[in-house]
C-alpha cells in the first residue's frame, strides 16, 4: 500500500465538516441505526449512543432562585431570566432537551430538592468534596468574585481579620461559612434565607457586613437604593468556579453538557456579562460606586488579581473626593490609619478636642494613655518592615480589646498610639487598663518577635489635674512616657 496516498486520503477525510460528513451517510446508508453522524443544530459530533440517550431522555427540571439576580431571578412577565437562563438555553437548544425551570425561594430548599432527586441540575454550585457525594458536577463556566456590603461606619474593609467580632451575614446553604471560619474564627457569623435579607439586615444594623456574589450585591445595591451602603471587594477569599451541580442519574449526560460549555467562546461570556451586569447609575453623586462595581468585575474577568486593585486603590482617591454623596466615606479613608484601621492623627485631634468640652461642661475627669513600643526599629532593621506591619497591627487589635467602645484608640505616628479613656473617674481603673494593655502588648511581642525585647511604655495624664487643653494634654502624657523608656521593660506613669 502506498502509505503516503493513504495519509493524504486520511487527512482529506478529517478536513470533512460533521454536517458533510451526515449529508453523504443520509444519501447512501439506508438504515438509519447504521448511521453515526446525525444533522442536528449543533454543532456537537454527538454518535449514534449519545443520540439515543437524549432522546430518550424525560423532559429535565432546573431549579433556580427566584430573587438571585442577575445570575438566576423570575422577572416580571413571570419567567426565568439572567445569565444562567442564557447557559440553560444553550444547552437545551444544542442538545435539543426540554428543559423545564423550577423555581425557589431560597438556597437551602433548591439544594435539598436537588439532592432528594425532586429537580434534575441547577447552577452557580461551587464543587466540594462534601457535595460530591451526593451531586456531580459540570466543569466550571462562570466565575463568582466575593464582596461584602457594610454601612459607612465599616467602610475600608476588605481583610477577613479585620471583620473580628463583627456580625457577619452568610446566605444560609452557601460553602462560604466554613471558609470564613477557618480564616477567621472570631467573627460572629449570622445565616441569612437570601441576598436581599442579607442586604436589609446591614441596612437595619440587624448585621454589620454581609458577603455575596459580587454582581448580585452590585444589582441589589442599585435596586434597592440603599446609597448609604458601602461596597468593598474581598481579595482573599479569591475566585469561586461556578458549576452545573447534577442528579446522578444523569451521569452520561454531564460529558456532553461540558462539551456544550467548552464552546461558548470569551466574546460569548463578555456578551453574557454586558447583557446582565447592573446598569449604570445614572445619578451623579453615586458614579464613584457604579465606576468601583465595573473596574472590579473587569478586573476579575481578566484575571487580574484583586489585590493590584487595591495597591491601586490611591488613585481611586481622586475619583472619591469628587462624588458629593459619600463625604462620609471620605471623611474615614482620611481619617483612619492605612495599616491598623485606627484612627489618625486628625481625628484624634477632633475626638480629644470634644472630649475636653464635654468634660468641661459634665464637670468630670478623663484620661489620656500615650504609647510608644520601645525597640521597635529593630523588628524592622533585623526582620523586614513586613514583620513591622504585622507587629504593628498585632498590637494595634491587642489593644482596642482592652478598652471601651466609648473609649478611643487612635495610631499617633511609627509606634506610638493614643487611649482617650473617658469619664475615667477611678484612678485605679485607669492604672488596670494600663497594665492590661502591656499584657496584651506583650502576648502579642512573645507570639510574632520572641527573640527581640520589645517592651511598651505609658504616660498617664489626667483631664483637668494634668492640664486643660488637648495640646499640653498630649504633651504630658508623652513626657510622662519618655520618663519610663529605657528600663526594657514594659511599664507605666502617672503624675
Given at each position: 500500500?502506498?502509505?503516503?496516498?493513504?495519509?493524504?486520503?486520511?487527512?482529506?477525510?478529517?478536513?470533512?465538516?460533521?454536517?458533510?460528513?451526515?449529508?453523504?451517510?443520509?444519501?447512501?446508508?439506508?438504515?438509519?441505526?447504521d448511521r453515526v453522524f446525525f444533522?442536528?443544530?449543533?454543532?456537537?459530533?454527538?454518535?449514534?449512543?449519545?443520540?439515543?440517550?437524549?432522546?430518550?431522555?424525560?423532559?429535565?427540571?432546573?431549579?433556580?432562585?427566584?430573587?438571585?439576580?442577575?445570575?438566576?431571578?423570575?422577572?416580571?412577565?413571570?419567567?426565568?431570566?439572567?445569565?444562567?437562563?442564557?447557559?440553560?438555553?444553550?444547552?437545551?437548544?444544542?442538545?435539543?432537551?426540554?428543559?423545564?425551570?423550577?423555581?425557589?425561594?431560597?438556597?437551602?430548599?433548591?439544594?435539598?430538592?436537588?439532592?432528594?432527586?425532586?429537580?434534575?441540575?441547577?447552577?452557580?454550585?461551587?464543587?466540594?468534596?462534601?457535595?460530591?457525594?451526593?451531586?456531580?458536577?459540570?466543569?466550571?463556566?462562570?466565575?463568582?468574585?466575593?464582596?461584602?456590603?457594610?454601612?459607612?461606619?465599616?467602610?475600608?474593609?476588605?481583610?477577613?481579620?479585620?471583620?473580628?467580632?463583627?456580625?457577619?451575614?452568610?446566605?444560609?446553604?452557601?460553602?462560604?461559612?466554613?471558609?470564613?471560619?477557618?480564616?477567621?474564627?472570631?467573627?460572629?457569623?449570622?445565616?441569612?434565607?437570601?441576598s436581599q435579607s442579607g442586604v436589609?439586615?446591614?441596612?437595619?444594623?440587624?448585621?454589620?457586613?454581609?458577603?455575596?456574589?459580587?454582581?448580585?450585591?452590585?444589582?441589589?445595591?442599585?435596586?434597592?437604593?440603599?446609597?448609604?451602603?458601602?461596597?468593598?471587594?474581598?481579595?482573599?477569599?479569591?475566585?469561586?468556579?461556578?458549576?452545573?451541580?447534577?442528579?446522578?442519574?444523569?451521569?452520561?449526560?454531564?460529558?456532553?453538557?461540558?462539551?456544550?460549555?467548552?464552546?461558548?467562546?470569551?466574546?460569548?461570556?463578555?456578551?453574557?456579562?454586558?447583557?446582565?451586569?447592573?446598569?449604570?447609575?445614572?445619578?451623579?453623586?453615586?458614579?464613584?460606586?457604579?465606576?468601583?462595581?465595573?473596574?472590579?468585575?473587569?478586573?476579575?474577568?481578566?484575571?487580574?488579581?484583586?489585590?493590584?486593585?487595591?495597591?491601586?486603590?490611591?488613585?481611586?482617591?481622586?475619583?472619591?473626593?469628587?462624588?458629593?454623596?459619600?463625604?462620609?466615606?471620605?471623611?474615614?479613608?482620611?481619617?483612619?490609619?492605612?495599616?491598623?484601621?485606627?484612627?489618625?492623627?486628625?481625628?484624634?485631634?477632633?475626638?480629644?478636642?470634644?472630649?475636653?468640652?464635654?468634660?468641661?461642661?459634665?464637670?468630670?475627669?478623663?484620661?489620656?494613655?500615650?504609647?510608644?513600643?520601645?525597640?521597635?526599629?529593630?523588628?524592622?532593621?533585623?526582620?523586614?518592615?513586613?514583620?513591622?506591619?504585622?507587629?504593628?497591627?498585632?498590637?494595634?487589635?491587642?489593644?482596642?480589646?482592652?478598652?471601651?467602645?466609648?473609649?478611643?484608640?487612635?495610631?499617633?505616628?511609627?509606634?506610638?498610639?493614643?487611649?482617650?479613656?473617658?469619664?475615667?473617674?477611678?484612678?485605679?481603673?485607669?492604672?488596670?487598663?494600663?497594665?492590661?494593655?502591656?499584657?496584651?502588648?506583650?502576648?502579642?511581642?512573645?507570639?510574632?518577635?520572641?527573640?527581640?525585647?520589645?517592651?511598651?511604655?505609658?504616660?498617664?495624664?489626667?483631664?483637668?489635674?494634668?492640664?486643660?487643653?488637648?495640646?499640653?494634654?498630649?504633651?504630658?502624657?508623652?513626657?510622662?512616657?519618655?520618663?519610663?523608656?529605657?528600663?526594657?521593660?514594659?511599664?507605666?506613669?502617672?503624675?
Amino acid at each position: 500500500m502506498n502509505t503516503h496516498a493513504f495519509a493524504l486520503i486520511i487527512d482529506g477525510f478529517n478536513k470533512i465538516g460533521h454536517k458533510e460528513l451526515s449529508a453523504l451517510e443520509n444519501k447512501w446508508i439506508l438504515n438509519s441505526s447504521d448511521r453515526v453522524f446525525f444533522e442536528t443544530e449543533t454543532t456537537l459530533p454527538l454518535s449514534s449512543e449519545q443520540f439515543d440517550y437524549l432522546n430518550k431522555l424525560s423532559p429535565l427540571k432546573f431549579g433556580y432562585l427566584n430573587s438571585w439576580a442577575p445570575m438566576e431571578f423570575t422577572n416580571k412577565s413571570g419567567l426565568f431570566s439572567g445569565v444562567n437562563s442564557e447557559v440553560v438555553d444553550l444547552i437545551e437548544k444544542q442538545l435539543k432537551l426540554n428543559i423545564e425551570p423550577i423555581s425557589f425561594d431560597d438556597w437551602q430548599s433548591l439544594y435539598s430538592a436537588l439532592e432528594k432527586g425532586h429537580i434534575d441540575f441547577a447552577g452557580s454550585m461551587a464543587s466540594t468534596e462534601t457535595r460530591q457525594d451526593s451531586i456531580l458536577f459540570s466543569q466550571p463556566y462562570w466565575p463568582s468574585f466575593w464582596a461584602l456590603v457594610s454601612s459607612i461606619e465599616h467602610a475600608g474593609l476588605f481583610r477577613l481579620d479585620q471583620l473580628a467580632e463583627l456580625r457577619v451575614a452568610v446566605v444560609e446553604g452557601y460553602d462560604l461559612p466554613n471558609r470564613i471560619m477557618l480564616i477567621e474564627p472570631n467573627i460572629k457569623l449570622i445565616l441569612v434565607p437570601d441576598s436581599q435579607s442579607g442586604v436589609n439586615a446591614v441596612a437595619n444594623d440587624d448585621a454589620d457586613i454581609f458577603i455575596d456574589n459580587l454582581m448580585t450585591l452590585s444589582h441589589l445595591l442599585n435596586e434597592s437604593k440603599h446609597y448609604d451602603l458601602n461596597l468593598s471587594m474581598l481579595p482573599e477569599l479569591g475566585t469561586q468556579q461556578s458549576h452545573l451541580g447534577f442528579n446522578h442519574k444523569l451521569k452520561y449526560l454531564i460529558p456532553m453538557v461540558d462539551s456544550v460549555l467548552r464552546q461558548v467562546t470569551q466574546e460569548e461570556k463578555q456578551l453574557f456579562y454586558k447583557r446582565w451586569t447592573p446598569k449604570a447609575i445614572t445619578n451623579n453623586n453615586h458614579k464613584y460606586r457604579n465606576w468601583l462595581i465595573y473596574v472590579s468585575i473587569a478586573f476579575a474577568i481578566s484575571a487580574i488579581s484583586f489585590f493590584i486593585y487595591w495597591l491601586s486603590n490611591k488613585r481611586l482617591q481622586a475619583e472619591v473626593t469628587r462624588r458629593q454623596k459619600i463625604e462620609q466615606q471620605i471623611q474615614y479613608m482620611n481619617s483612619h490609619d492605612n495599616l491598623t484601621g485606627l484612627l489618625n492623627r486628625r481625628l484624634l485631634d477632633d475626638r480629644l478636642t470634644s472630649a475636653v468640652l464635654t468634660h468641661s461642661r459634665e464637670q468630670t475627669r478623663f484620661a489620656v494613655m500615650f504609647i510608644s513600643l520601645d525597640n521597635f526599629k529593630l523588628v524592622n532593621d533585623t526582620r523586614g518592615y513586613n514583620s513591622g506591619d504585622e507587629l504593628l497591627i498585632g498590637c494595634a487589635n491587642a489593644i482596642a480589646g482592652t478598652i471601651r467602645r466609648s473609649d478611643t484608640l487612635a495610631r499617633f505616628g511609627g509606634d506610638e498610639f493614643v487611649i482617650i479613656l473617658n469619664r475615667a473617674q477611678e484612678f485605679d481603673a485607669v492604672c488596670q487598663v494600663a497594665e492590661n494593655a502591656l499584657a496584651a502588648i506583650a502576648r502579642v511581642v512573645e507570639a510574632k518577635v520572641p527573640e527581640i525585647n520589645v517592651s511598651a511604655s505609658i504616660g498617664i495624664a489626667f483631664y483637668p489635674m494634668d492640664a486643660d487643653s488637648p495640646i499640653e494634654l498630649l504633651k504630658q502624657a508623652d513626657k510622662l512616657m519618655q520618663l519610663t523608656k529605657g528600663n526594657d521593660e514594659n511599664s507605666y506613669m502617672t503624675s
